[in-house]
């Protein structure tokens, strides 16, 4: 066998040397500390949120176990209404009530007073003038816990207007589901509920007292 070229060997020779000395240059060359500016994300790149606290579970109003009266006074005497068509929306954690939230659509049109002559008024232009205003809605948009129960603070849109109306309730689960049972007080001139001869409080009281109680099934 013949030996190897000299001047290869020494090449070859000369490119180990080099690898291992650009080897030992990198490794003996500490990285440099990135600087604050490139640890900053870019300009217009999403950055993520908290996520929002959960709602809590969600009901709906049983309509056959529910109810939404109202009292009034007419000549003096105190009577009683009814709204016999509703629907209610619930979410609520009882240990988060912050993120809870109610929500109730009321058909004006099936109130009932037990009087079909105050029934009719009572729907006509003057009161909840069904014709335009075939529904009200009540939506809350703050749940705050009390020493006695609840306290929630909504919305009331009744008769084309919109006001404030604090509630305060009770809420319990139950083996089926939940209940919430509570009250509200309203005035019914500042929804222009009576016009005309009506807004005077001689013969129709002003104040209004609201009560409801809803037996909740879990919806998905």
Same mark, same amino acid.
């Given at each position: 066998?013949?030996?190897?070229?000299?001047?290869?060997a020494?090449?070859? /020779? /000369?490119?180990?040397?080099?690898?291992?000395?650009?080897?030992?240059?990198?490794?003996?060359?500490?990285?440099?500390?990135?600087?604050a500016?490139?640890? %900053?994300?870019?300009?217009?790149?999403?950055?993520?949120?908290?996520?929002?606290?959960?709602?809590?579970?969600?009901?709906?109003?049983?309509?056959?176990?529910?109810?939404?009266?109202?009292?009034?006074?007419?000549?003096?005497?105190a009577?009683?209404?009814?709204?016999?068509?509703?629907?209610a929306?619930?979410?609520?954690?009882?240990?988060?009530?912050?993120?809870?939230?109610?929500?109730?659509?009321?058909?004006?049109?099936?109130?009932?007073? %037990?009087?079909?002559?105050?029934?009719?008024?009572?729907?006509?232009?003057?009161?909840?003038?069904?014709?335009?205003?075939?529904?009200?809605?009540y939506?809350?948009?703050?749940?705050?816990?009390?020493?006695k129960?609840?306290?929630?603070?909504?919305?009331?849109t009744?008769?084309?207007?919109?006001r404030?109306?604090?509630?305060?309730?009770?809420?319990?689960?139950?083996?089926?589901?939940?209940?919430?049972?509570?009250?509200?007080? /309203?005035?019914?001139?500042?929804?222009?509920?009576?016009?005309?001869? $009506?807004?005077?409080?001689? $013969?129709?009281?002003?104040?209004?007292?609201?009560?409801?109680?809803?037996?909740?099934?879990?919806?998905?």
């Amino acid at each position: 066998m013949k030996h190897g070229s000299p001047t290869l060997a020494i090449a070859l /020779l /000369l490119v180990a040397g080099g690898c291992g000395t650009a080897a030992q240059t990198a490794a003996a060359t500490p990285a440099k500390p990135m600087s604050a500016a490139a640890a %900053q994300p870019a300009a217009g790149a999403p950055t993520a949120k908290p996520a929002a606290a959960a709602a809590g579970p969600s009901y709906g109003a049983d309509p056959a176990r529910s109810t939404l009266t109202f009292t009034g006074t007419q000549a003096g005497a105190a009577f009683k209404g009814v709204f016999k068509k509703f629907s209610a929306t619930v979410q609520l954690d009882p240990a988060a009530p912050g993120s809870g939230h109610i929500d109730v659509r009321i058909d004006m049109s099936s109130v009932d007073t %037990q009087d079909d002559e105050r029934d009719g008024n009572i729907k006509g232009a003057d009161f909840f003038d069904v014709a335009r205003n075939p529904a009200a809605t009540y939506v809350t948009r703050a749940i705050t816990k009390t020493a006695k129960g609840f306290a929630a603070t909504g919305t009331l849109t009744l008769r084309g207007v919109s006001r404030d109306v604090p509630l305060n309730f009770e809420f319990a689960k139950t083996a089926a589901g939940a209940s919430l049972t509570g009250s509200a007080a /309203l005035k019914r001139l500042d929804f222009g509920v009576g016009q005309g001869e $009506w807004k005077s409080t001689e $013969w129709v009281g002003n104040d209004v007292k609201v009560e409801f109680s809803l037996d909740l099934k879990p919806v998905p």
